[in-house]
């Protein structure tokens, strides 16, 4: 990893010496949850999130009275989906029903637009760039003044840390709420008895389970009498991939 230098705020023999944990407040549709990015130059950078609620809605239909229910899939439990960063792939520990598994994809090297306009986040100046990244167009809003390429979740190459970062609906938002600058750093490495499998192969199996139990959970409200209408699965963050996309062009 190339050595970066940190300037104007902090000394450099500061920024040298220490770690640092950013903390980010997150909005996945009506998801909230807190994210963590831990930075270290000598080690491989890491970021987890972990979740609040989980949430089950209905909605009452105006045309005829019908209900119409809406389940948005989270997980309250403590369980922590990691993600590394590791040379050129990112390693992401998730799961599969309850089974822990790495889902590896290739580390995404992100083409910004940079746009001439600029806020103040927490007392930094913060510059807007622009991406399409897997079907959504995300803004974000980096700061120079911490030389760090890397933001949280998938969001990398901004010329500085991403402060915030939210799509062009707001449904999914990143917004920093601490910086922390200390001398230890705890190294997370990947477990190596878990299964590897590809980002493709995660989708899909990860999808399969996640139909399969909103289905069920429909399956449930018609036996009670109530007429609703065909489920459907709404991806979240990523509604394209690169593999989909080659398949159309075929």
């Known amino acids: 990893m190339k050595k970066i230098i940190f300037f104007i705020l902090i000394p450099l023999s500061c920024f040298a010496q220490n770690s640092f944990l950013f903390e980010y407040d997150v909005s996945l549709n009506s998801l909230e949850r807190k994210g963590y990015l831990h930075f270290n130059e000598n080690s491989n950078p890491y970021y987890f999130e972990t979740s609040k609620n989980n949430n089950l809605k209905d909605t009452k239909s105006d045309k005829d009275g019908s209900y119409e229910f809406k389940i948005i899939l989270g997980d309250n439990s403590s369980k922590k989906r990691f993600q590394v960063y590791e040379k050129d792939t990112l390693f992401n520990i998730d799961f599969l029903n309850k089974k822990k598994v790495v889902c590896f994809e290739k580390f995404s090297k992100m083409s910004w637009e940079i746009k001439n306009e600029t806020k103040i986040i927490s007392n930094y100046n913060c510059i807007k760039a622009e991406i399409m990244f897997r079907g959504r167009k995300y803004i974000a809003w980096f700061t120079t003044k911490i030389p760090i390429r890397l933001g949280p979740w998938k969001f990398t190459n901004t010329p500085g840390l991403i402060m915030q970062i939210y799509d062009e609906t707001q449904k999914f938002t990143w917004s920093i709420t601490k910086i922390k600058f200390t001398k ?7 477990e190596k008895k878990l299964e590897k499998i590809s980002l493709k192969e995660f989708v899909q199996l990860k999808e399969k389970s996640n ?3 909103v289905n069920q959970s429909m399956l449930k409200f018609k036996n009670r009498g109530l007429e609703l209408a ?5 991806r979240g963050r990523e509604t394209k991939f690169e593999w989909e996309e080659e398949k159309k062009k075929q």
């Open 184 to 190: 230890d750093f705890e190294e997370f490495e990947v």
């Open 211 to 213: 139909l399969e139990m």
């Open 230 to 234: 065909e489920s459907q699965y709404i």
